[in-house]
């Protein structure tokens, strides 16, 4: 059984935990300020999906980044109450996944906390397309943990591209195998 | 209100103030205004600081007019904005931020100011005190055994044990409960990267080094916890690419030294208590 490596990135306080638990069921209010980083695993139609869950706080962010090596598909939140998120997925998270992950790697961008937005629309569409012209975002979606909005929508696009990645990589197996 | 004490990342040095205290699942923010900069702390319910940033104070005369959301108070975009990402503007009781996309995009953010107290810097640092009693070696092996691993019955001379409990209190670890780690284990690794990191924050300020210290026990401590979950879930596979890309050498050494030590047969304890997030379904 392959294991499919995602991976939340973002600052800290956007709701990649809450997210993360929300589609567990669990109460998003009382998370904590994750330490390093997190591990959850899904198993899904015969193959395993691992959700690494990034602390944001700059400290440990250093430390950790490098841990993304070899995701199949990175998760970029940001905050939707809170500008310099949004911002900083371009200042700093876009140079380490474009570092560490390539170009190539699939990329869904989710601005959490929709309930309490403040970014108007234009200025996260001009971001999405700077963003666009150096890593391979695929998805945007607006989400809130906290009222449940379009989180099983998001566990749900994660889980057809990790199936998509795990048949093409078996494919592609199966013809090393033969040839 | 709840106090939070924070780094400035400008001025280097540790300040504290009151905010108010947000609600459970809410971030906050503050504004402490410093000398030509900004320093915007978010916090959450706990008190503790989820990002910190420190914002140059706009002054400029000429630009573009916006006015502040919170107060109407204009608020001049520099025709200039080469080397800009945001900028401060501080009115009365709040600081207004902009961050600027480009020329034509920009968000505005408003945060309350609140007064705040640099903390005493003179005072003794511990780490210092510790390793000048008892050598880098012993007291890295005293450390590890009772910050990293928790153990709490560790045999040492009286005042440095004094030291070690003054420490341990100060880092506000609330979760530092013992690992269950076998204490033989602390004789079989190695303590260079511990030793070279006590050695390099022994000399700074008592505040500073006990933030670094407690920031990097939270890490090991969290790394350890993870490969136990690893280790008892038979994720061999994952424990060592997680292993492999730590990317300090000498941390490395010694997270994959402790993992090779439950690996062969040392088991944790504990871990509700500790209320380790892995959750399989």
Same mark, same amino acid.
């Given at each position: 059984?392959?294991?499919?490596?995602?991976?939340?990135?973002?600052?800290?306080?956007?709701?990649?935990?809450?997210?993360?638990?929300?589609? #567990?069921?669990?109460?998003?209010?009382?998370?904590?300020?994750?330490?390093?980083?997190?591990?959850?695993?899904?198993?899904?139609?015969?193959?395993?999906?691992?959700?690494?869950?990034?602390?944001?706080?700059?400290?440990?962010?250093?430390?950790?980044?490098?841990?993304?090596?070899?995701?199949?598909?990175?998760?970029?939140?940001?905050?939707?109450?809170?500008?310099?998120?949004?911002?900083?997925?371009?200042?700093?998270?876009?140079?380490?996944?474009?570092?560490?992950?390539?170009?190539?790697?699939?990329?869904?961008?989710?601005?959490?906390?929709?309930?309490?937005?403040?970014?108007?629309?234009?200025?996260?569409?001009?971001?999405?397309?700077?963003?666009?012209?150096?890593?391979?975002?695929?998805?945007?979606?607006?989400?809130?943990?906290?009222?449940?909005?379009?989180?099983?929508?998001?566990?749900?696009?994660?889980?057809?591209?990790?199936? #998509?990645?795990?048949?093409?990589?078996?494919?592609?197996?199966?013809?090393?195998?033969?040839? | 209100?709840?106090?939070?004490?924070?780094?400035?990342?400008?001025?280097?040095?540790?300040?504290?103030?009151?905010?108010?205290?947000? /609600?459970?699942?809410?971030?906050?923010?503050?504004?402490?205004? !410093?000398?030509? !900069?900004?320093?915007?702390?978010?916090?959450?319910?706990?008190?503790?600081?989820?990002?910190?940033?420190?914002?140059?104070?706009?002054?400029?005369?000429?630009?573009?007019?916006?006015?502040?959301?919170?107060?109407?108070?204009?608020?001049?975009?520099?025709?200039?904005?080469?080397? =800009?990402?945001?900028?401060?503007?501080?009115?009365?009781?709040?600081?207004?931020?902009?961050?600027?996309?480009?020329?034509?995009?920009?968000?505005?953010?408003?945060?309350?100011?609140?007064?705040?107290?640099?903390?005493?810097?003179?005072?003794?640092?511990?780490?210092?005190?510790?390793?000048?009693?008892?050598?880098?070696?012993?007291?890295?092996? &005293?450390?590890?055994?009772?910050?990293?691993?928790?153990?709490?019955?560790?045999?040492?001379?009286?005042?440095?044990?004094?030291?070690?409990?003054?420490?341990?209190?100060?880092?506000?670890?609330?979760?530092?409960?013992? &690992?269950?780690?076998?204490?033989?284990?602390?004789?079989?690794?190695?303590?260079?990267?511990?030793?070279?990191?006590?050695?390099?924050?022994?000399?700074?300020?008592?505040?500073?080094?006990?933030?670094?210290?407690?920031?990097?026990?939270?890490?090991?401590?969290? =790394?350890?916890?993870?490969?136990?979950?690893?280790?008892?879930?038979?994720?061999?596979?994952?424990?060592?690419?997680?292993?492999?890309?730590?990317?300090?050498?000498?941390?490395?050494?010694?997270?994959?030294?402790?993992? /090779?030590?439950?690996?062969?047969?040392?088991?944790?304890?504990?871990?509700?208590?500790?209320?380790?997030?892995?959750?399989?379904?």
């Amino acid at each position: 059984m392959n294991n499919l490596k995602v991976v939340f990135i973002g600052d800290s306080g956007v709701g990649k935990t809450s997210l993360i638990r929300a589609f #567990m069921g669990y109460d998003v209010k009382s998370t904590d300020t994750t330490i390093g980083v997190d591990f959850y695993s899904f198993n899904r139609d015969g193959y395993k999906v691992v959700v690494w869950d990034f602390a944001g706080q700059e400290w440990f962010r250093d430390v950790i980044i490098n841990f993304i090596k070899g995701a199949a598909l990175i998760i970029m939140v940001f905050d939707l109450s809170r500008p310099f998120t949004l911002m900083n997925l371009v200042k700093n998270w876009l140079n380490y996944v474009v570092k560490i992950s390539g170009k190539h790697a699939l990329v869904i961008v989710v601005g959490n906390k929709s309930d309490i937005k403040k970014i108007d629309d234009e200025l996260i569409e001009r971001t999405l397309d700077e963003m666009k012209k150096k890593i391979n975002v695929k998805l945007y979606l607006q989400t809130s943990a906290l009222k449940y909005k379009n989180v099983s929508r998001l566990f749900d696009t994660i889980f057809e591209y990790t199936k #998509m990645i795990n048949t093409i990589l078996r494919k592609k197996k199966l013809i090393e195998v033969h040839t | 209100m709840v106090t939070i004490k924070f780094m400035c990342p400008l001025c280097k040095k540790i300040f504290k103030g009151e905010v108010p205290k947000v /609600s459970l699942g809410e971030i906050g923010s503050a504004g402490f205004v !410093h000398n030509n !900069h900004v320093v915007i702390v978010d916090y959450d319910y706990h008190g503790v600081i989820r990002s910190i940033n420190a914002i140059n104070m706009c002054n400029v005369i000429d630009g573009d007019f916006i006015s502040c959301p919170y107060c109407n108070e204009p608020i001049r975009i520099p025709n200039d904005i080469e080397g =800009y990402t945001e900028l401060a503007y501080v009115h009365k009781d709040h600081v207004a931020i902009v961050y600027l996309f480009d020329r034509k995009h920009y968000a505005i953010d408003v945060v309350n100011i609140v007064s705040e107290q640099e903390t005493a810097t003179q005072k003794e640092n511990p780490i210092d005190s510790i390793i000048n009693k008892v050598g880098l070696n012993l007291a890295s092996n &005293l450390l590890i055994r009772r910050i990293i691993f928790g153990k709490s019955d560790i045999d040492a001379p009286k005042e440095v044990l004094r030291l070690i409990n003054k420490i341990v209190k100060e880092l506000d670890i609330s979760k530092n409960v013992d &690992l269950g780690i076998d204490i033989s284990i602390a004789e079989r690794i190695s303590y260079t990267f511990f030793e070279k990191f006590l050695d390099k924050i022994r000399k700074l300020s008592k505040d500073i080094a006990l933030y670094k210290l407690g920031n990097l026990v939270k890490l090991i401590r969290k =790394y350890i916890l993870l490969l136990d979950h690893f280790h008892r879930e038979g994720m061999n596979e994952l424990a060592e690419e997680f292993i492999n890309q730590i990317t300090n050498e000498d941390l490395r050494t010694f997270v994959h030294q402790i993992y /090779s030590q439950l690996s062969a047969g040392e088991k944790m304890q504990k871990e509700t208590q500790l209320n380790f997030m892995v959750n399989m379904n």
